[in-house]
């Protein structure tokens, strides 16, 4: 390639390259800065604030704030019960989908991606309807069995927020996971058919490590997602602000102390803190993963 | 795992129309039958009750079975919906189909570009660009979000369109997947030949690469708009006043006052619910074919 030519490759991505250094370098570093300065009120607080240095005082803050940290285990021992059962639901269909024709699969997997067509919002929304004693089909339909639901109690935000990002999560994941199995040689099956095994061992002992990989992928993205999980819990915040808080998941925490606190601060280093927690726990799920695997 | 190695894979291309053997038991397909129709119907109802709900009066609403009519009441809600002050979910809506139509459309371009320059040329600096845009998808959103509303706040951007449309713009995900897309379908042997015809760099951009991408850019784009339509924390973050909001933030405002003031807009919440999703769903079933390898691809992230 010539030098030239080089060049004029390098020029196709200029503008990202610059759009990237102001919508994603510029922040971060911003960020970064902030999160060392605090605000200091001046006398009666009428000459307005400057600004001072504070080292590491924020992130110090941060660690100890039970606030934040307690945020942040609720939603890891979260993130450990939904996101296995949402994989293992859609695992299940997948292997399910897998054994049917394509045309039978076809028409199940278009079923079962509906709710992946359906916006973020507007599925909490449902779900909220969904579960309200007042307009909700769920709690008369308990009634009938002898539940008395009440979808917005306290131990049960958890499980309603869990079962709307299962609803919402499983056709998505079953995708993934299907054409990682449509990738399984089909010889394998026959070869082990043969040998007299049964369809579920065949699933066990050949489909589920051959898409080992798309469950690994999957899980890790759904881990990313959680970490960060701010519009469910902002939602039924808006119908139940008794049972969550306005410090229910570490972003809504962050949002807080920026502008309602007006503590920007504070809420830089913790950001920057949930940013260094969502990398090492992408980097752990990786290892964990990748030396089960050798 | 790119497409190319992919396709290259006999076995990918597989089984027709062939029952798998597994069919052989009755049984066995019953149960698998009935476990996903289960599923489906998990999956549908509560699209099936927000349909019902949105035909429904507040009494209808509060008062009958939630899974089954009472009463046509859709044209009232409609009309209430579109009336409510001022139309105002009339102009949420194209905020919204504003934020997610031009900004991922000058986003995918971008990408496309930008995809094709790390894909086909080696210059210096080229894997440090691959690696940003990697890496980026592990960056927590309120990490940028939030100074990029004091960036935004100090130049006058806060609460202007352009608080949506420029961050749209840079996707880095799109970026990625144009990458992987330009490996799988433009040769280097074409573009050769076209430079030995002496067609210049940009012009094989527009004329050829651009063109040969229209599936790529397609699956780009479908993406992109969906992820702009469904955004919440920036546009939460970046517009304050309600002129400029999308159709998400409007719902979510209405549905917590409310606690907030008393009003209960509960049916209007329901019926502007239904409406969002319907673009989505045009969008959805008319780029069937893009979405489809758009989701698995986005496994091999």
């Known amino acids: 390639m010539t030098r030239s030519l080089r060049w004029k490759g390098a020029a196709f991505t200029v503008p ?27 006398g009666l607080g009428l000459g307005g604030s400057t600004e001072e240095f504070a080292g590491l005082d924020n992130y110090q803050h941060g660690l100890t704030d039970s606030a934040f940290m307690g945020s942040v285990l609720r939603v890891v021992l979260f993130a450990c019960v939904q996101i296995p059962v949402m994989l293992l639901i859609s695992l299940v269909l997948a292997l399910f989908l897998d054994t049917l024709t394509s045309k039978v699969a076809g028409r199940f997997r278009i079923l079962l991606l509906v709710p992946y067509m359906i916006p973020g919002v507007v599925a909490a929304l449902v779900w909220i309807n969904l579960y309200s004693p007042d307009v909700g089909p769920l709690t008369p339909l308990g009634k009938v069995f002898g539940f008395d639901w009440n979808f917005f109690a306290p131990s049960m935000v958890w499980p309603s927020i869990g079962n709307l990002l299962t609803w919402h999560g499983v056709g998505y994941n079953m995708v993934i996971i299907y054409s990682a199995l449509q ?11 043969l ?72 809420a830089a280093a913790l950001s920057v803190l949930l940013a260094l927690i969502l990398g090492v726990a992408s980097f752990l ?4 993963t990748a030396r089960e695997a050798e | 795992m790119t497409i190319t190695e992919e396709r290259t894979k006999p ?47 507040r009494v209808g609403l509060y008062q009958s079975n939630g899974l089954w009519f009472s009463g046509w009441h859709l044209w009232d809600n409609l009309r209430q919906l579109f009336t409510y002050e001022h139309g105002i979910f009339l102009r949420w809506t194209a905020n919204s189909l504003l934020y997610a139509g031009v900004g991922s459309l000058g986003g995918t371009l971008l990408a496309l570009a930008t995809g094709y320059g790390l894909a086909r040329f080696e210059f210096p600096g080229r894997n440090l660009v691959f690696a940003c845009v990697v890496g980026s998808f592990l960056i927590p959103i309120a990490l ?34 144009a990458k992987v897309y330009t490996e799988a379908t433009i040769p280097y042997e074409l573009l050769e030949a076209a430079r030995i015809d002496g067609a210049g760099e940009l012009r094989i951009f527009f004329s050829i690469v651009l063109r040969m991408m229209t599936t790529g850019g397609a699956t780009v784009f479908l993406l992109a708009f969906v992820n702009t339509w469904n955004a919440f924390f920036l546009p939460l973050t970046v517009l304050r006043g309600e002129n ?58």
């Open chain 2, 144 to 177: 940028l979000t939030l100074p990029l509303y004091l960036l935004f706040s100090q130049i006058g951007m806060v609460d202007t369109p352009w608080a949506m449309l420029i961050p749209c713009l840079i996707n880095p995900f799109s970026v990625y997947l």
């Open chain 2, 244 to 301: 400029n909001w999308t159709l998400n933030i409007g719902l979510y405002n209405w549905s917590g006052k409310r606690l907030e003031s008393g009003v209960d807009l509960t049916s209007l919440v329901l019926t502007g619910a239904l409406l969002s999703i319907v673009p989505m769903a045009i969008m959805m079933v008319a780029m069937r074919r893009y979405w489809r390898t758009g989701v698995t691809l986005g496994a091999l992230k």
């Open chain 1, 195 to 266: 040998d007299g095994a049964s369809e579920g061992r065949i699933a066990l002992s050949i489909k589920i490590p051959f898409v080992r990989g798309a469950l690994v992928l999957t899980g890790m993205l759904s881990i990313i997602q959680m970490l960060q999980i701010f519009n469910e819990p902002a939602l039924f915040r808006n119908i139940t602000p008794q049972t969550v808080s306005d410090s229910f998941t570490p972003i809504m925490i962050i949002y807080n102390q920026a502008f309602n606190a007006g503590n920007y601060h504070y």
């Open chain 2, 11 to 57: 076995h990918a291309v597989r089984r027709l129309n062939r029952p798998d053997p597994a069919a052989r038991s009755r049984g066995g397909q019953r149960f698998l039958l009935v476990g996903l129709t289960l599923a489906s119907v998990y999956s549908l109802f509560p699209v099936w009750w927000l349909m019902v709900a949105a035909t429904k009066d």
């Open chain 1, 16 to 42: 990202f390259q610059l759009g990237f250094a102001f919508l994603y370098l510029l922040p971060i570093g911003y960020a970064v800065y902030q999160s060392l300065y605090r605000e200091q009120q001046s």
């Open chain 1, 183 to 193: 990738g399984v040689p089909r010889e394998l099956f026959e070869a082990a058919r």
């Open chain 1, 285 to 288: 799920f990786y290892r964990l």
